[in-house]
């Protein structure tokens, strides 16, 4: 693999021919080409891009992929595209993030509360107990707040039938 025609299509955010180039290195798991991957996953504005490289970095595999995965996860920037990101996870234990994945398991949308909710469950890792108890006490509060919500809009919700019945 060429990795300076590699770094020039990721440069010029030319999507098909970073595509076709990393289906070679996913291919062929080079390995020597990770840290420029994560460099353009840091460095792209291309959410497309991005979730090609991420993709990639986790067929190769290698845990040094992880926390720069999480990192972009937690971008703002990756707002509205971290479904994939979280995705790519799935060959690697997170054990390590955990509270970035209860973050994004409450605030995300539908596909990163899937994402995040499957990379929890599939977690075998150890992890401190402090971590696991503030995960815990965070899902906590957050249920005491939607269930807040729910009492909330049950009630304005039959108020509102009891007008319309008026």
Do not use: W
Request: charged share 30%.
């Amino acid at each position: 693999m060429d990795i300076q025609l590699l770094r020039k299509a990721l440069e010029n955010d030319d999507l098909k021919e970073v595509e076709n180039l990393l289906d070679v290195v996913e291919n062929e798991k080079f390995k020597e080409e990770i840290p420029l991957l994560i460099e353009f996953l840091k460095r792209t504005n291309s959410h497309q891009i991005r979730n090609q490289i991420a993709i990639c970095l986790s067929d190769i595999g290698g845990n040094e992929v992880v926390k720069p995965i999480i990192d972009m996860i937690n971008d703002p920037k990756t707002l509205g595209y971290r479904g994939t990101l979280l995705y790519s996870l799935q060959p690697f234990d997170c054990s390590a993030h955990l509270d970035s994945l209860i973050h994004h398991l409450i605030t995300g949308n539908f596909e990163v509360q899937a994402e995040a909710f499957h990379l929890i469950e599939a977690m075998k890792g150890t992890m401190p107990n402090e971590m696991l108890l503030k995960s815990i006490e965070t899902i906590k509060v957050e249920l005491t707040e939607l269930e807040r919500k729910h009492d909330v809009l049950s009630d304005t919700l039959q108020r509102l039938y009891a007008l319309k019945h008026n």
